[in-house]
């Protein structure tokens, strides 16, 4: 440890991810100073895992500030929430103008935008910067959404490119995204689209294990084997690997003993809540909310299975039998990367709704550019994704470009089999459904809202609009027909 020079970034909080930042800015040339609430915690890093690097360390949270460079820049890698505002609170009396704050953590957006306003207001700068990579990530290369002023971020750049992931091409996984709490905000959005990934990817393994009866290892054997083709993803990668994990207790495939009820701190529920009130939908998001909402009521689940019947074992044994394996894993491929690109136009076009009304100015093209390597969603198909943007920025939905529309027409066919199919045998995929729900409404161009606004204007005398005519219309529906 050397606290001589004055230290160029200083992290605040030094649970895992704040730790492996710390190391990956170190690693990268930057000197850094470290503080956290316990100094015991801050003792055991800098003669643990820091020990013999270029790390200095505060005791208290003045003296951590002095051993950093003006303007200061400081990463509070704390839990979102309270203890983030509390940091913030303690830390401007002790800062002077033009330094930075930068919020690491998964703060919900709103926040970042009222800590913002606030912290400016004390003529320092605040950024919410979203990290997506877990821990590894931030260790090695994450992928990084700062959102705040922009000579903050020209301030921040040098660091943040250097610490951030690199992308196949060589470009580093990081921009500047716009102001306020843009940059969380993005961070939500690629939590939602993780959340809608992580459920269809589980819904595929469900079919194959009902209709195909296949084991876990089998299973893990096909999704290594999508992961060469144009669903490669870290997602995809991660899922043959944990389905073809064997427990080394009872020999047994460990994803066969693990419980299923899935958790979730929170994001993808914000990323639907947002979107429901921007009322930009995205039901594969929604869905895959939900999924774990519903996996979370095992109790209920298991005694409902009692109760309650899926369609005739014999109808399902007869349909089953009848399946040719290979075409059923060729007709799941091509329906997973359709649902995926029809949950992506969903969340990219919530960005570009947010961007409308926030008036962020978001740069769609340069989003999926950073999420191409270093965060959880990376994968293959983010580089067509940013290359559809880049050359229609005003596209106004995904599914709609013209280098999407054959794969998402042909692969539209192939989730519908995969849909029907998983109805009759009963087992549900509400983000395969979603994602082609979403689709066929979005293609139709006569929906059935006429009679919904016959409804609302029988019974509310909420007036409608005609096809035939101009203007706005009521009728006394009830009313005795004039003879
Ligand atoms: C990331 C992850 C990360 C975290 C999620 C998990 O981008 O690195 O998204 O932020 O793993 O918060 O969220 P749930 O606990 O809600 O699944």
Redesign the pocket.
């Known amino acids: 440890m050397t606290t001589t020079a004055a230290r160029h970034v200083g992290v605040i909080g030094l649970a895992v991810m704040g730790e492996n930042l710390a190391l990956n800015i170190e690693r990268n040339g930057f000197p850094i100073a470290v503080y956290n609430r316990t100094w015991e915690r801050t003792e055991e890093f800098i003669n643990g895992r820091a020990s013999g690097l270029n790390v200095a360390a505060g005791k208290t949270l003045p003296e951590f500030v002095a051993l950093l460079e003006r303007p200061r820049r400081i990463i509070i890698m704390v839990k979102a929430g309270a203890p983030v505002d509390a940091v913030i609170a303690e830390l401007i009396p002790l800062l002077q103008e033009g330094d930075m704050i930068i919020d690491g953590g ?1 703060s919900l957006f709103i926040d970042s935008e009222r800590r913002s306003k606030e912290v400016e207001a004390a003529n320092l700068h605040f950024v919410g910067m979203g990290i ?3 821990e590894e ?1 931030a260790l090695w290369g994450p992928s990084l959404m700062p959102g705040g002023p922009k000579q903050a971020y020209i301030l921040l750049e040098p660091m943040l490119q250097a610490i951030a992931a690199k992308a196949e091409d060589g470009e580093p996984c990081v921009t500047h995204i716009g102001p306020g709490g843009s940059g969380h905000y993005v961070k939500m959005i ?2 939602g689209i ?1 959340y809608g990934d992580m459920q269809l990817i589980a819904e595929s393994y469900d079919v194959m294990r009902h209709a195909l009866g296949m084991t876990a290892p089998q299973i893990a054997a096909v999704f290594a084997e999508w992961n060469k083709g144009p669903l490669a993803s870290y997602l995809i990668e991660i899922t043959a690997e944990v389905l073809a994990y064997t427990d080394p207790e009872t020999g047994a495939p460990l994803v066969d003993l693990i419980l299923d009820t899935a ?6 529920r914000w990323t639907s809540q947002n979107a429901l009130e921007l009322g930009s939908p995205i039901p594969t998001i929604d869905a895959a909310v939900f999924a774990r909402t519903m996996s979370s009521m095992k109790e209920r689940r298991v005694a409902a299975s009692q109760a309650l019947k899926g369609p005739n074992p014999e109808d399902i044994a007869a349909m089953t039998s009848r399946i040719d394996p290979p075409r059923l894993l060729g007709y799941l491929e091509r329906g997973l990367l359709f649902a995926k690109i029809s949950s992506y136009a969903q969340g990219m076009a919530l960005l570009r709704a947010a961007s409308d009304s926030y008036n962020w100015g978001l740069d769609l093209a340069e989003i999926a550019r950073i999420w191409r390597a270093g ?2 969603i990376r994968a293959e198909l983010l580089e067509p994704i940013r290359a559809a943007f880049g050359a229609q920025p005003d596209l106004e939905n995904l599914l709609l470009s013209i280098g999407f529309l054959d794969i998402v027409n042909e692969g539209a066919g192939a989730c519908r089999s995969v849909v029907t199919l998983a109805r009759s045998i009963g087992v549900p995929v509400p983000a395969h459904s979603a994602s082609l729900d979403y689709f066929d409404s979005y293609r139709t161009a006569a929906l059935p809202a006429n009679l919904t606004q016959g409804q609302r204007d029988y019974f509310g005398a909420h007036t409608y609009r005609r096809i035939d005519k101009p203007g706005i219309f009521h009728t006394e529906w009830n009313a005795e027909p004039a003879s």
Do not use: A, D, F, R
Request: proline share 0%; hydrophobic share 5%.
């Open positions: 998964n997506s990579g877990g990530g690629h939590n993780e958790e979730q701190k929170g994001t993808g965060c959880i």
